[in-house]
């Protein structure tokens, strides 16, 4: 007995793999939108995921500039360069907004949470 393999899009719409033209990646596998046979990339959607993948990124980045904060007061140094780094790190996923294409958003990974995913 044959098994069917099916691709579900975002919204639920589903379409067996084997006729289905689907993205070359599936770095943003929750935004893909089935039109007819081809499955394609929602842009909104891919951006909401980027932003979440930098949040999870940046999380122990805070943590540790937290710290580094922290000592930084206990012995008077100065703290500007922490609070600025913390400042990137927060302002980071904002980073792909103005994407108009995947592409774009893929290179918009901001440099303060390391090394990109997309790379």
């Given at each position: 007995m044959a098994?069917?393999?099916?691709?579900?899009?975002?919204?639920?719409?589903?379409?067996?793999?084997?006729?289905?033209?689907v993205p070359a990646n599936r770095d943003f596998r929750g935004a893909w939108v089935l039109s007819g046979s081809v499955?394609?990339?929602?842009?909104?959607?891919?951006?909401?995921?980027?932003?979440?993948?930098?949040?999870?990124?940046?999380?122990?980045?805070?943590?540790?500039l937290d710290t580094d904060y922290m000592k930084a007061?206990?012995?008077?140094?100065?703290?500007?360069?922490?609070?600025?780094?913390?400042?990137?790190?927060?302002?980071?996923?904002?980073a792909g907004n103005s994407a108009t294409t995947i592409a774009e958003l893929k290179a918009a990974w901001p440099t303060a949470c390391g090394d990109s995913p997309y790379a």
């Open positions: 098994v069917t393999t099916y691709i579900v899009d975002k919204d639920g719409n589903q379409i067996d793999a084997s006729t289905a033209t499955i394609s990339e929602d842009l909104t959607k891919a951006k909401e995921i980027f932003a979440d993948k930098i949040r999870e990124a940046r999380a122990p980045l805070l943590e540790a007061l206990e012995t008077s140094a100065d703290t500007a360069a922490i609070v600025a780094s913390k400042q990137a790190l927060r302002d980071a996923p904002t």
